[in-house]
Structures are given as structure tokens and as C-alpha cells.
């Protein structure tokens, strides 16, 4: 089984140290999730990367009580819904996703989509500086972000973003996005590393595993490690749990890094983040 400790850190731009892979639980279902983490922290996962919006907070708080790990082990982030965003509701929510974790201070907190039909992430962000400031979140990012959105965070507040966390994969790598989160010192988080399993059948992924003998799962992961970038994959099975963190006994040569990014594409899986207009309320 791979430990914990093999897999690398990233530090961002407040010094705060993230754990380079960690467990997404997008899509998991309520009644599954606190399962799917224990086994996530079982196999060695120490990151876990929530949202309000996913409905499951409360699943991942219990495995993270049930294992007993010491909560300086564990990396936890979870993101602002939409409906959620601007000054008082912004508070509010912050609190509720707390109290849904049973955790004192979140590692991370993202606004979740920069909605800018509502125009309200600005303000939103102010309210992130002062919880950061507060001690109750170690550090603040955004999610979503296009190079229009974070310019105006940073041209209009104070606290640089420390991570952007966005939809990439092979067939879908929005170079600009990367460029203007990278070239702000924020960084960069892909959510659908795998392209939700979609990625994975691409001659030029399939060849590369061919070649080291690991999965086309640990060829995608790999690629994204390989250009810095930290990765959330989603398993709901132990022993993808367990493949998806054991990806360090093997490197991608150039050629095989290049052959990949070749797959680059227009086509997103989720939503485009300057029309997203979706409260995430049920
Ligand atoms: P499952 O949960 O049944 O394992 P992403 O992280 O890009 O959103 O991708 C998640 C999707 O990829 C899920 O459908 C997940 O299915 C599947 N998946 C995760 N890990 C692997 C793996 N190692 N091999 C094949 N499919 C995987």
C-alpha cells in the first residue's frame, strides 16, 4: 500500500502545505461518503476536497472522527455554494459547513463558481480575508475562475487567491486559465483530473501505460503531477483508492508528457464558468 508520506506537498503562496493528491468526493453520495473516505484515509489519502454543494460534509467530518487520525494529519478543503455568496450569507454558510465537518479550522475554503452575472464575488472574497484573518480557515482560494475573475480579485482586494481549482484533463486543458492562475502565484488544482473516466481510453494514455506497466488512470494523475498541477481523482473502489494514490514509482518521458497534451480539446464536462448562473440549492 502506498503511505501517505510519498505522496509530495505543494506549498502555496501563504506557506500553508497542501498534500499534492487528494480525495474528491464530487458526486458521492450522502449515504455513501463517510464509507468512501474511511477507505480513502485507509489507503493513505490525508487531503479530502468537499463542497457545501455536494450535500456530503457531514459524511466526510464522521470518517475523519471515526479514524481517529490527528487533525494536524489531514488536509480538508470545501467550497461556498453559489446561492451562498455575498457578505452575510457568506458568514452564515461558513459556519454551517463547519458545523457539518465538526472541524474548529478548515484548510481551505473556495467560492465555488464566480457566478458574475450576480457580480458578488468580490464582496464575497472580502468576507474569505476576514475568516483567513480570524484563524478559522488556514488558507482561501476560488474555484472556477477565468482570467477575467481573477484579475479582478486581484486588482480589487487584498489576499491573492492561493488556489484556483478548475476542470482539467488531457481532452481538456484551458491553457489560458492555467497561464493567468500560474502567472498570479495561485495554485493550480484540476477537479475531473481523469476527465471523469473519459480521458482514459486515448491511444496516446493507453501507450504510456503500456510502457510502465500502471494503469491509464495512473498515466492521467501522473501527467498532471508531472506539470505541478494538484489533483482530486474520485473513486468510489479501494483498489482504484490505492492505484490512483501510487504514483511515484514511475516517470513519463517528454515525449509521452507531450503526446498527452496533444489531446487538448474544447470540450468541457462541467459548466462554462462565464454563464454558470446555477444556485447549487436543492
Ligand atoms: P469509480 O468511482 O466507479 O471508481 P474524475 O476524478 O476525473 O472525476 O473521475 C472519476 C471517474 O473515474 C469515476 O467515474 C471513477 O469511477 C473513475 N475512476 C476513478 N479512478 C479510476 C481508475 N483508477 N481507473 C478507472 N476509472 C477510475
Redesign the pocket.
Known amino acids: 500500500m502506498t503511505s501517505s508520506s510519498t505522496v509530495p506537498v505543494v506549498a502555496l503562496n501563504n506557506g500553508v502545505e497542501i498534500p499534492q493528491v487528494g480525495l ?1 468526493v ?2 458521492v453520495p450522502e449515504d455513501q461518503t463517510q464509507q468512501v473516505v474511511e477507505a480513502g484515509l485507509e489507503c493513505g489519502y490525508r487531503h479530502i476536497d468537499t463542497a457545501a454543494a455536494y450535500y456530503n460534509e457531514a459524511g466526510v467530518g464522521a470518517a475523519i472522527r471515526a479514524s481517529g487520525l490527528p487533525r494536524e494529519e489531514l488536509f480538508v478543503t470545501t467550497k461556498l455554494r453559489n446561492a451562498d455568496q455575498g457578505r452575510d450569507k457568506a458568514r452564515t454558510a461558513f459556519e454551517r459547513s463547519r458545523e457539518q465537518l465538526g472541524l474548529e479550522v478548515l484548510d481551505l475554503y473556495l467560492i465555488h463558481w464566480p457566478m458574475p452575472g450576480k457580480d458578488l464575488y468580490v464582496e464575497t472574497w472580502e468576507v474569505f480575508q476576514e475568516l483567513q484573518a480570524e484563524g478559522a480557515v488556514r488558507a482561501i482560494g476560488v474555484s472556477n475562475f477565468l482570467p477575467e475573475h481573477l484579475n479582478r480579485l486581484l486588482a480589487d482586494t487584498d489576499v491573492v487567491p492561493a488556489v484556483n481549482q478548475i476542470e482539467l ?1 488531457p481532452t481538456f486543458q484551458q491553457p489560458a486559465t492555467v497561464e493567468a492562475t500560474k502567472s498570479a502565484g495561485i495554485a493550480v488544482e484540476a ?7 473519459k480521458d ?1 481510453n486515448a491511444d496516446a494514455v493507453s501507450r504510456a501505460a503500456g510502457a510502465h506497466a500502471v ?4 498515466v492521467v494523475l501522473r501527467w498532471q503531477l508531472q506539470n505541478g498541477t494538484i489533483v ?6 479501494r483498489e ?1 483508492l490505492t ?2 494514490l501510487d504514483l511515484f514509482g514511475f516517470e513519463l518521458t517528454e515525449a509521452e508528457m507531450s503526446a498527452i497534451t496533444a489531446l487538448d480539446s474544447a470540450e468541457r464536462i462541467g459548466g462554462n464558468p462565464a454563464a454558470m448562473e446555477w444556485s447549487q440549492a436543492r
Open positions: 474528491g464530487f458526486q484533463h477537479y475531473s483530473p481523469l476527465g471523469q473516466g482514459l494503469t491509464p488512470a495512473q482530486i481523482p474520485k473513486s468510489t473502489h482504484r492505484a490512483n
